[in-house]
C-alpha cells in the first residue's frame, strides 16, 4: 500500500514537472519571439533591468502565449506601432519569507490589467514543499487572472504557499498602482 502511494506520489511529481517545463519552453519562445520583435519595432528606452517598473525590454516574460488578454502580444507589436509595444510593463513583488522557503511573484500589466503571473521563487525547503508549491502555483495564477486581485481563496493543502504568495502579488499590485 505505502509502495502504491509512493509510486503515486512520483508520477504525479513527475507530471507537474514535465508540465513546468513545458511551459517554460512555452515561455522562451514568447521571449524570444517578443524580444526580436521588440526590437526591430523601436529602440527600447535601455531599462532592461530586472526593477519591477521597466516598461519595456523585461516585458517579454509576461507574454506567455497563454492568450489571455492578446492586447501587448507579439501580434500588437508587430504591427510597428511603438507604443503598443511598450504598454506591457512588468512588477516585481516583495520576497516573503516562511518556514518552507521563500516566496516572489511578478505580475505582467497591460492595459490597466493583470495579463500574466509569473512566480520567480516558491517554497522549496524540502521535496513536500516543492510538490505543495508545483500543486498550489497554478491554481493561484488562474484565480488572480481571473479575479484580477489578490483577494482570492487559499489553496487547500498549500496555506503557508498561498499565503506569501498573495503577500507578495499585494506588493507587485501596489508597485503597479492597481
Not at 511529481?13 to 523601436?42: D, K, P, Y
Not at 516543492?130 to 486581485?149: D, F, H, K, M, T
Amino acid at each position: 500500500m505505502k509502495a502504491r502511494g509512493a509510486v503515486s506520489a512520483a508520477l504525479a511529481a513527475a507530471g507537474i514537472l514535465l508540465a513546468g517545463w513545458q511551459a517554460g519552453a512555452q515561455v522562451a519562445e514568447s521571449r524570444s519571439s517578443v524580444a526580436a520583435t521588440s526590437a526591430a519595432g523601436s529602440g527600447s528606452s535601455g531599462s532592461s533591468g530586472t526593477g519591477g517598473s521597466s516598461a519595456t525590454g523585461s516585458s517579454a516574460s509576461g507574454s506567455s502565449g497563454s492568450g489571455t488578454s492578446g492586447a501587448g502580444s507579439s501580434g500588437a507589436a508587430a504591427s510597428g506601432s511603438a507604443g503598443a509595444a511598450a504598454t506591457a510593463a512588468t512588477y516585481d513583488g516583495a520576497v516573503v519569507p516562511t518556514r518552507f522557503g521563500s516566496v516572489q511573484v511578478r505580475i505582467t500589466v497591460a492595459a490597466g490589467a493583470i495579463t500574466d503571473v509569473t512566480a520567480l521563487q516558491l517554497t522549496d525547503d524540502d521535496r513536500k514543499s516543492v510538490q505543495i508549491s508545483n500543486r498550489a502555483a497554478p491554481l493561484l495564477r488562474g484565480e488572480v487572472l481571473a479575479a484580477q486581485s489578490a483577494k482570492v481563496k487559499t489553496i487547500s493543502g498549500a496555506t503557508v504557499t498561498s499565503g506569501a504568495y498573495l503577500t507578495s502579488l499585494q506588493a507587485a499590485i501596489d508597485a503597479a498602482n492597481l
